[in-house]
């Protein structure tokens, strides 16, 4: 073989291993996950499974329509909710009310997110107003939610 063909024998062989690993480096043909969506569908299940609301998404808008008044009922789901996400997401990760920040630590205040809440409807909690969410390492991936809540069916005694 002549010096050209060597070369271009090496060439070759190069090619044949590296152009493979590059062309194989897709997710196995599937589409990339959408963390985001993911996490709001896990939301709304287990927002379902509380039997205290129902959530309904529109992009990052949220309607929660609750079916149960009783505070304590309500209080009690959303600490399991709260509980359950603290699992799934990073302690930093941050909810924001009209420029209040609530952080999923230990520290979150339950009560103070609902008087926050309180304040911003002018019927009760019942209303729509803006919210923030920041959230961070929800399966390694950081994104943020940043739209409308509306609260409907709550009864104030």
Not at 78 to 104: H, M, R
Request: aromatic content about 10%.
């Amino acid at each position: 073989m002549g010096k050209v063909s060597k070369r271009l024998l090496i060439v070759l062989l190069i090619g044949a291993f590296v152009i493979p690993m590059f062309v194989g480096c897709d997710n196995g043909g599937s589409e990339p996950v959408d963390y985001k969506a993911k996490f709001l569908d896990e939301l709304k299940t287990e927002v379902g499974k509380s039997t205290v609301a129902t959530l309904a998404t529109s992009g990052d808008d949220l309607t929660v329509t609750f079916t149960n008044s009783d505070f304590s009922t309500v209080h009690a789901a959303a600490t399991a909710l709260v509980a359950t996400f603290k699992t799934k997401i990073g302690a930093t990760s941050e909810l924001i009310l009209d420029g209040v920040t609530f952080t999923f630590n230990d520290s979150l205040s339950l009560t103070a997110v609902k008087n926050k809440i309180y304040n911003l409807n002018t019927n009760a909690y019942n209303g729509t107003f803006a919210y923030k969410v920041n959230i961070k390492d929800y399966e390694g991936q950081n994104f943020t939610l940043d739209g409308e809540v509306t609260i409907a069916g709550v009864s104030v005694p």
